[in-house]
């Protein structure tokens, strides 16, 4: 149901507020060289933060590639056969890339380059470049800018290396911001043992770091205390104080004793370099490692910083685990603070123990007065769970996980604590996926949840909101106009996540619309009758409250479009660790 707009003639008298719905959207503009554009955060003073996803001409290094290896042979083959699939004829050859700069003047041979580097063996081959396409960025009036986290100047081609993690996850008050990233990749030389020749290696010097940003730019690392191999670190909330900032997250503080067992066995340094043999055990050595279910190298714990006016670190205090471990569970436990507010009180996620057993699962927590405690019932069958905000009334929402209709499916909650009470809406339909983002002060949660109740695997999602004490959520895009200002034409947005929420009811999300489909360069493609083809990206939007009322929408036709392209766009290569990112760490 939309607010069903009356006629073209009248609508070209009115405003664009007066046309609208129940929630006037206003996209916040992208960043210039970037295909797609999120919120993370919102301060109630209208600070905005987010990332920007699929850069433009990511920076290609071709000086350590062998072109005569079977490998790039082999993905060329494999180029020309896609070409051929859409009746295409290839624009570049191999040698074109080695000799004759094609990788910086033709953008399907700087397509063919990402999509090499960014396969699944190569990925996480360390004699391969690290190309990372998702930026850190600021939403102001005048324009989106970046906020560079820890990327550095490239030694090999102009500007950043463009191989770093960014994530801004939270912003105070004040427009401080929290957040983490990675250390950038450095070409280096590394010779096997009873080998003579050197390999070129791309290697950094810590997986993840937290960091506080000031206003005006001021980076503040969080560093661990127990940094070995780099440590960890991750910041995921901040909050203004009388006397400061207060900071939570995540960070590194031993390595167990299994894991240091198979450090001494693996990283002796003679096959590959020590510091990439950590990174595979931390994350995974699998291809898919971001996804590897093992807690990595290091005992993780909760977390709370604070620091003083002047961005000075007077404290850090471990937060706590859920559990106990057992003499003789020498692997890596972890926990994580997710969420602070004005009262001081901290939530976030820990293992714990799987109802009376010894096995450990992950659950949302509260940490308070030297405690962990859980306050989801595992008796319910809920197996797993997290916090993503919290509001200064101390109510606390997120999502958990259970099998439902044969699915393993997450459901977002809201724990109101003074009260004691969890409480699971209504969302979509049974199976639905759904999570909540965030709350205001008002008692109105925002999330999102799979709305196509026909596909069981790639279901669409929709943003909603949800006030306590109602029976169901809201579809946002059922509060937006059915047409755009001429009467006829769709509204051209669909509300796909709802981030966070202010204490004036503004929504802040993402939204997708169709758009002219551009390449790695940015340049608009054309089929081969030179047409022009379109996409759907992402937009950064806000959704602010006014008067109007609710009507239903006339059915829309389904659109069909025609197969363009046996294979991904270029950037979804470099896309999917991302959206896993997103999911995980996303928060308030």
Not at 18 to 42: F, H, P, Q
Not at 117 to 143: C, H, M, N, P, W
Not at 212 to 241: H, N
Not at 523 to 551: F, M, Y
């Amino acid at each position: 149901m939309k607010y069903k707009l009356l006629a073209a003639s009248i609508l070209a008298t009115l405003s664009t507020s007066a046309m609208s719905a129940t929630y006037k959207l206003t996209e916040l503009g992208g960043l210039d060289g970037a295909k797609l554009n999120y919120v993370t955060d919102v301060s109630e003073n209208g600070h905005v933060i987010g990332l920007s996803n699929g850069v433009y001409r990511l920076p290609i290094d071709i000086s350590y590639i062998d072109f005569d290896d079977n490998a790039i042979k082999s993905a060329y083959e494999s180029e020309k056969d896609r070409f051929e699939l859409i009746d295409k004829e290839i624009t570049f050859t191999l040698d074109d890339i080695e000799n004759n700069d094609a990788v910086n003047t033709n953008a399907d041979a700087h397509t063919f380059m990402i999509r090499f580097l960014s396969s699944d063996s190569r990925s996480v081959d360390s004699e391969y470049q690290k190309l990372a396409s998702a930026i850190a960025t600021i939403y102001k009036t005048e324009g989106a800018t970046e906020q560079v986290i820890f990327d550095e100047q490239s030694l090999d081609y102009d500007g950043l290396t463009r191989s770093t993690s960014n994530f801004l996850s939270a912003v105070a008050e004040d427009g401080v911001m929290t957040g983490w990233g990675s250390a950038p990749y450095e070409k280096t030389s590394f010779t096997q043992a009873d080998e003579d020749e050197a390999e070129t290696h791309f290697l950094r010097d810590f997986i993840r770091r937290g960091v506080v940003i000031s206003a005006d730019g001021v980076k503040v690392p969080l560093t661990p205390e127990f940094d070995e191999f780099g440590g960890f670190s991750a910041a995921y909330d901040i909050v203004k104080t009388e006397l400061g900032y207060e900071v939570v997250g995540t960070v590194s503080t031993d390595i167990p004793e299994d894991r240091q067992e198979n450090i001494d066995d693996r990283c002796d340094g003679e096959d590959e370099p020590v510091s990439d043999c950590i990174e595979n055990i931390e994350l995974g050595s699998s291809s898919n490692r971001l996804f590897n279910s093992n807690n990595g190298i290091y005992n993780k714990r909760a977390v709370k910083w604070t620091l003083d006016n002047s961005f000075n670190i007077t404290s850090t205090e471990i937060l706590g685990l859920g559990l106990t471990p057992k003499d003789d569970e020498k692997f890596a436990f972890k926990s994580g603070a997710y969420a602070i507010n004005k009262n001081g009180l901290i939530a976030g996620m820990s293992d714990v123990r799987y109802k009376d057993t010894d096995t450990r699962i992950t659950m949302p927590v509260v940490f308070e007065n030297d405690e962990v405690k859980e306050f989801i019932n595992q008796e319910d069958d809920w197996e797993s769970g997290q916090v993503l905000s919290m509001n200064d009334n101390d109510i606390i929402v997120g999502y958990a996980t259970k099998r439902i209709d044969g699915r393993t499916t997450t459901k977002f909650y809201y724990y109101d604590k003074q009260n004691d009470t969890v409480v699971f809406p209504s969302d979509y339909f049974a199976s639905s996926n759904s999570i909540a983002n965030d709350i205001n002060n008002n008692g109105i949660v925002v999330g999102e949840g799979e709305t196509d109740i026909f596909n069981s695997s790639a279901r669409r999602r929709e943003g909603f909101m949800y006030t306590i004490g109602e029976d169901k959520i809201v579809n946002l895009n059922d509060l937006l106009p059915c047409y755009e200002a001429d009467g006829e034409t769709r509204f051209g947005y669909k509300i796909a996540e709802a981030k966070a929420i202010n204490n004036n009811n503004e929504i802040f999300g993402v939204a997708t619309k169709t758009v002219e489909k551009t390449d790695s360069f940015g340049n608009v493609v054309r089929d081969v009758d030179g047409n022009i083809e379109h996409e759907s990206v992402t937009v950064a939007v806000k959704l602010t409250p006014i008067s109007g009322s609710v009507e239903e929408c006339p059915a829309e036709e389904v659109e069909q479009y025609e197969r363009q392209s046996a294979s991904f766009p270029w950037f979804a290569f470099l896309l999917l660790p991302f959206a896993a990112v997103r999911r995980v760490f996303s928060k308030k």
